[in-house]
Antibody
Framework: QVQLVESGGGLVKPGGSLRLSCTASGFTFSDYFMNWVRQAPGKGLEWVSYISRSGNTIYYADSVKGRFTISRDNAKNSLYLQLNSLRVEDTAVYYCARAFPKGGYDYGFDYWGQGTLVTVSS | DIQMTQSPSSLSASVGDRVTITCRASQSISSYLNWYQQKPGKAPKLLIY???NLQSGVPSRFSGGGSGTDFTLTISSLQPEDFATYYC??????????FGQGTKVEIK
């Protein structure tokens, strides 16, 4: 069965950095576009970043552009998000999500991980 | 960026009620509209993609419609397990995939 498992969250001071990981199993990881989506405590969903199957095409939300970097390692079935220059407002649960359909993204995100909490506080 | 506005923000309904949630886009998004359900402490779940297509395993009491800027999610007969928060999402603008602010469906 398809599984996405995030890790790497934690407490960090403003201006600090973290690297989130998402390990995929149960499907051919290299066949799918992948995304990060976050949710601040008690708030709605915010799409953060997207990466194509090969990693050649990447998009970011304006709120994180220049501070966050998405990457993937298809040999390790893993997706990453490097978070730099963190701000209090980056505090959220970060989810990795698989784009649907296979080889595309027009139909949304069909599988999500359980999320990893990032808390930015002094 | 394309803004997505859901209404209402919350609603109270009883088991068996017919419930409709509306999502409006700030510009036309054709049929690039998806719906998700999220329960407390859980990841979102894709319910409907491309406006009206039911994701595999989703009960047929859920349906979606609309086009252009106005879309709806309808639950024909609300069940206890349907009490949750629902989000719409546009996939039209490939540089920024925005979600609506959410609609919380509560028990009356």
């Amino acid at each position: 069965q398809v599984q996405l498992v995030e890790s790497g969250g934690g407490l960090v001071k403003p201006g600090g950095s973290l690297r989130l990981s998402c390990t995929a199993s149960g499907f051919t990881f290299s066949d799918y576009f992948m995304n990060w989506v976050r949710q601040a405590p008690g708030k709605g969903l915010e799409w953060v970043s997207y990466i194509s199957r090969s990693g050649n095409t990447i998009y970011y939300a304006d709120s994180v552009k220049g501070r966050f970097t998405i990457s993937r390692d298809n040999a390790k079935n893993s997706l990453y998000l490097q978070l730099n220059s963190l701000r209090v407002e980056d505090t959220a649960v970060y989810y990795c999500a698989r784009a649907f359909p296979k080889g595309g993204y027009d139909y949304g995100f069909d599988y999500w991980g359980q999320g990893t909490l990032v808390t930015v506080s002094s | 960026d394309i803004q997505m506005t859901q209404s209402p923000s919350s609603l109270s309904a009883s088991v068996g009620d017919r419930v409709t949630i509306t999502c409006r886009a700030s510009q036309s998004i054709s049929s690039y509209l998806n719906w998700y359900q999220q329960k407390p402490g859980k990841a979102p779940k894709l319910l409907i993609y491309a406006t009206s297509n039911l994701q595999s395993g989703v009960p047929s009491r859920f349906s979606g419609g609309g086009s252009g800027t106005d879309f709806t999610l309808t639950i024909s007969s609300l069940q206890p397990e349907d009490f949750a928060t629902y989000y719409c999402q546009q996939i039209y603008n490939t540089l920024s995939w925005t979600f609506g602010q959410g609609t919380k469906v509560e028990i009356k």
